[in-house]
């Protein structure tokens, strides 16, 4: 009796405890004094667990939140390690891998799949079936995919730093939101800074000037947090200029100060502890720990809590610096509404209200299959081979490894459910066309399906997780994935396609890919060859709407396709300037940045612009029509590129500096307009250290890729 006397004071005390109106809980208080008023309120070791993934503060009634990765779907559950699994497990969305999804070149399209992947998180971390995903969505990726050989192209925006800042800051706002108090989800970019190559990341460095530092590999973090409103990140393994990203000055000092962060700055998984076991950097992990916090770290992937209460007895670290440090992640809590209850949050009751599986809801599949599809590059189409009219095809041959699976990548959670290329063709072609399969040509099983054929869709590509091999293993140089880089960029499965063209001139490629690969051959001679990311669930369906033509192909590449490995620099050779990417690569690509073809063709005229001149903080917007002048409805993508000619400093020989996504039915035309803003046209002065508007003329073209020029024109930037 007397125990269950003393069960029922616990517990009355704990309602009074979670009920208590503490002042950090009044919405009307100003933001800064309700973080530091619940700081006051924490124990130390409750200080110390605020700098985990995990958090919460059970015992004031917070119950917090942890962290979810969310590159194209989220990876709740799925093929890693650290997915959910049993009981708890769930289905998630799964879109086109981010390579793909930037191949799109649309960041109102982008912003819809974030904004889609922020409300399954939140169904799934307040739903009463679930209730355990995590608010904080490791995503996007912001690091530059500058070499094609890096593992992790799969997860990145392409080469360019303007496309990349614009897709990167569009996907930020998917995932917090548009309402001006509350964030749906918090945007956490990975991996700051430069960590673009995978064999020796854990200790190799990353080493490039001031303002490549500042133009290139920091500027999409840059964009995501200024424009995106992204206040956290994740600190990169590798070194920069020899210094560990984890604890390098430029936390503090730039992403902290200058760009006015103040979120969650988290170590890389196991990166805490590299910095003795690789970096070789400190002597001891309590050290290490002070040093992260001191540099601007404010949550540890790691096992840090033993040697960081070490370091406090040390007087290595101070309490007040750990109440500085949580005082970023608390800030986060507040933002998703987890330090209230408010009902004027719009978000706290996803999952609750509406009990329907966002995955299962028509809207999924249907923004899963359109995002699929306005991804998919045209690489060639001779004579028109594409797309099949189901009038005049009567035997398709589908063949290829990659024609019957759809595979997940690390980053992938497990979808509901998958449609592949085979069946994406059934689909779509209905009763009337004879589908032949061969995943092979083991017994000339593939020679044989494509010559009883009309056509012969052929699919080839990369496996992201290397038909399950261990970590930092491949089964074919040309594969790649994280903590490995490829080592070739020729496509194995090239013989496949040869065999098959062979057998079949009607052939058709499909390269199924998380990066790109040379096929010069296949160039020459395969009369149609189309492009697409990896692991979308519907990769069969998006892909079939293209091939039948119920849409025409528009995506466009965010990588250069080189025509041999030669033209590559040493993948640790971070200076671009040194001929990497279209910027500053003067070898002829095997297809350039930005390339894509339509069923259709396009005129450009009468470009205009609405000032000859632009000046400081000013914008000018350059206008121009767009005829469609062939016979297919379809979307254009037309590119604006500057050039500095007459630049005191070094720049890029073309820089993309505005795009537009544009519908155009047949025979109709459209006046488009790109604005260009003087703020896109500064390079970072490392004498003054700030944005630099130079005076002088500047040149650009419009085109529908970086080595397509349609029209010309000049402006006079003017410095003041």
Request: proline letters at 5%; one cysteine or more.
């Amino acid at each position: 009796m007397n125990r269950l006397y003393g069960l029922l004071i616990l517990l009355f005390i704990c309602i009074g405890v979670s009920a208590q109106s503490y002042p950090f809980r009044d919405k009307n208080l100003p933001e800064d004094a309700r973080i530091k008023n619940l700081i006051s309120l924490m124990t130390i070791d409750e200080k110390i667990s605020c700098l985990s993934p995990r958090l919460a503060v059970p015992r004031l009634g917070i119950k917090g939140t942890m962290t979810i990765e969310g590159l194209h779907g989220l990876a709740y559950s799925g093929p890693a390690n650290w997915a959910v699994k049993g009981p708890k497990a769930s289905p998630t969305t799964t879109f086109p891998q981010a390579i793909g999804l930037a191949q799109m070149w649309d960041p109102e399209l982008l912003k819809r799949v974030a904004d889609w992947q922020a409300t399954e998180a939140r169904f799934l971390a307040q739903n009463r079936r679930f209730g355990t995903s995590g608010l904080i969505v490791f995503a996007p990726n912001a690091d530059m995919g500058r070499d094609i050989r890096w593992g992790r192209t799969e997860e990145c925006y392409g080469e360019d730093p303007f496309l990349n800042a614009t897709l990167v800051t569009a996907f930020v706002k998917g995932l917090q939101g548009n309402d001006p108090v509350y964030w749906k989800t918090a945007s956490l970019m990975k991996h700051f800074l430069a960590n673009s190559n995978e064999n020796n990341r854990s200790y190799n460095s990353s080493d490039f000037d001031e303002r490549l530092f500042r133009e290139y590999y920091s500027y999409a973090f840059y964009k995501g947090v200024v424009d995106g409103g992204s206040q956290c990140f994740m600190a990169a393994y590798n070194k920069y200029n020899g210094i560990p990203c984890t604890v390098h000055p430029v936390l503090r000092n730039v992403t902290m100060k200058d760009w006015g962060l103040r979120g969650i700055i988290c170590t890389d998984g196991g990166a805490y502890r590299q910095l003795l076991s690789t970096h070789a950097y400190f002597p001891s992990l309590d050290v290490a720990a002070a040093e992260c916090i001191k540099a601007g770290i404010t949550v540890f992937l790691d096992n840090y809590m033993a040697p960081l209460r070490e370091a406090l007895s040390k007087k290595l670290i101070s309490e007040s610096e750990i109440d500085e440090a949580i005082y970023g992640n608390l800030r986060v809590l507040l933002k998703l509404g987890l330090l209230d209850d408010q009902p004027g949050d719009p978000y706290n009751k996803i999952g609750i209200s509406d009990t329907i599986a966002p995955w299962n809801k028509p809207e999924a599949r249907e923004l899963a299959r359109l995002a699929t599809r306005k991804s998919v590059v045209l690489l060639k189409n001779q004579n028109s081979l594409l797309p099949l009219k189901k009038d005049k095809v009567k035997s398709i041959a589908v063949i290829g490894p990659s024609a019957n699976k759809v595979i997940s990548d690390w980053y992938s959670g497990t979808p509901p459910y998958s449609v592949n290329i085979l069946n994406g063709i059934k689909n779509a072609s209905g009763d009337d066309i004879k589908i032949r399969f061969a995943m092979s040509n083991k017994a000339d099983s593939a020679v044989i399906a494509a010559a009883q054929s009309d056509v012969a869709i052929v699919c080839v590509g990369n496996h992201p997780l290397s038909y399950g091999l261990g970590w930092g293993q491949n089964y074919v140089p040309s594969d790649g994935r994280e903590d490995v880089d490829r080592q070739a960029i020729s496509l194995e499965q090239e013989d496949l396609v040869k065999l098959v063209y062979k057998a079949n001139p009607n052939t058709v490629m499909v390269i199924v890919s998380s990066f790109p690969y040379s096929i010069p051959w296949s160039k020459e001679n395969i009369p149609a060859v189309l492009h697409v990311s990896q692991s979308s669930q519907e990769l069969g369906n998006g892909l079939a709407d293209i091939i039948f033509g119920k849409e025409s192909p528009s995506g466009r590449l965010v990588q250069t396709w080189v025509s041999s490995i030669e033209a590559l620099p040493p993948i640790l050779d971070y200076n671009i300037r040194h001929g990497r990417t279209y910027m500053y690569d003067k070898s002829v690509p095997l297809f350039p940045f930005g390339y894509g073809l339509t069923y259709t063709s396009f005129s450009y005229s009468d470009l205009k612009t609405d000032a000859k001149t632009i000046s400081k903080d000013g914008t000018v917007n350059v206008s121009f029509r767009i005829r469609n002048t062939g016979n297919f409805d379809s979307d254009e993508v037309p590119q604006l590129y500057v050039s500095f000619p007459g630049s005191k400093v070094e720049r890029a020989a073309k820089a993309l500096k505005g795009f537009a996504r544009v519908m155009v039915r047949k025979g109709e035309e459209k006046l488009v307009t790109i604005p260009v803003k003087a703020s896109d046209l500064t390079y970072w002065d490392t004498e003054s250290e700030k944005w630099v508007l130079e005076p002088g003329k500047i040149d650009f073209f419009v085109g529908s890729s970086s080595s397509d020029i349609k029209l010309k024109g000049s402006l006079l930037v003017e410095s003041r």
